[in-house]
């Protein structure tokens, strides 16, 4: 099993860097290919709805407004993939092509980022999304919810930094669960070249679970030795408890399943999948 093509979308924000980072610190392990990929809204569509019509100066100004908006953000995420692919030593393609090296490529389109990403993604291997601040980033949270559930492809969860590696120490968050061994299925590759692995639970499946030792058997028939733990947690929350362990023992990307009940539920009540994307502390691997 292996990983041979990652798609990572940028915005022409500052955060483009971290996201760039993340995607070619998984692709350098694989020899992979990065899409690139800048999704721009129409301009047309920063014209507000109004029952008044709005004379055809202002329309024109909001428009070249979101042009100029537009142009500036091209720019610069144009500068942080060159920038990106020199720092990492990627080479840089027109068209995808194995060669035994990373490789890369940018190309841009206008749309929705969440309708377009998951289509795009339908043929990727691993979906990059860029870091989710607390506050929200209502286009960024809808396109890795359409990747997951939509699209059905594993999505990477930057943290809210550049990592320094990745994959080197990987744990697993477990809990029994259908989301959970779709994400342990689709890390396989990644679990391969792991340093060490690890299989996490959160106080909701003891050891000896018959589901912990179907996990680590499965993982042996790869050839991948994991460390089993199961942690209470307390007065904190499953995610929090999850995120701590994980980053306090060294861990450099955690995997989970994601919106393992009805996505609705989630929505109403809250959920240990938002609480987790929610405090990027580190990468986060997810499937649902």
């Known amino acids: 099993m292996s990983i041979v093509k990652i798609l990572a979308p940028v915005t022409g924000a500052k955060r483009d860097e971290i996201t760039l980072a993340t995607a070619f610190q998984a692709a350098k392990q694989f020899a992979a290919h990065v899409e690139v990929l800048f999704v721009h809204r129409d301009p047309r569509e920063a014209i507000p709805y109004s029952e008044v019509p709005l004379p055809p100066d202002v329309i024109q100004d909001i428009v070249d407004g979101a042009e100029e908006v537009r142009k500036q953000s091209t720019k610069a995420a144009r500068q942080s993939f060159s920038k990106a692919t020199a720092d990492f030593n990627v080479t840089v393609l027109e068209t995808p092509a194995p060669l035994n090296t990373t490789t890369a490529s940018y190309r841009e389109t206008t749309g929705h980022l969440a309708t377009i990403l998951a289509k795009a993604?339908?043929?990727?291997?691993?979906?990059?999304?860029?870091?989710l601040p607390r506050a929200g980033d209502g286009e960024v949270h809808d396109a890795l919810v359409?990747?997951?559930?939509?699209?059905?492809?594993?999505?990477?969860?930057?943290?809210?930094?550049?990592?320094?590696h990745l994959g080197k120490k990987v744990a697993i968050g477990w809990d029994g669960r259908n989301a959970a061994a779709k994400a342990l299925l689709a890390a396989v590759p990644i679990l391969e070249k792991a340093e060490s692995v690890e299989l996490i639970s959160i106080g909701n499946v003891r050891p000896g679970d018959s589901s912990l030792s179907e996990a680590r058997e499965y993982l042996a028939l790869h050839d991948i030795r994991c460390a089993e733990r199961v942690v209470e947690p307390g007065l904190r929350s499953i995610a929090d408890t999850l995120l701590d362990t994980v980053h306090n023992s060294g861990g450099d990307?955690?995997?989970?399943?994601?919106?393992?009940?009805?996505?609705l539920v989630e929505s109403i009540f809250g959920g240990v999948t938002e609480s987790i994307i929610s405090h990027p502390r580190l990468p986060i691997l997810m499937v649902h």
């Open 146 to 164: 359409r990747v997951l559930t939509k699209a059905g492809r594993p999505a990477l969860l930057c943290a809210s930094d550049r990592p320094a």
């Open 121 to 131: 993604a339908a043929l990727t291997d691993l979906v990059v999304i860029p870091p």
């Open 253 to 263: 990307l955690l995997v989970v399943g994601g919106y393992g009940h009805s996505r």
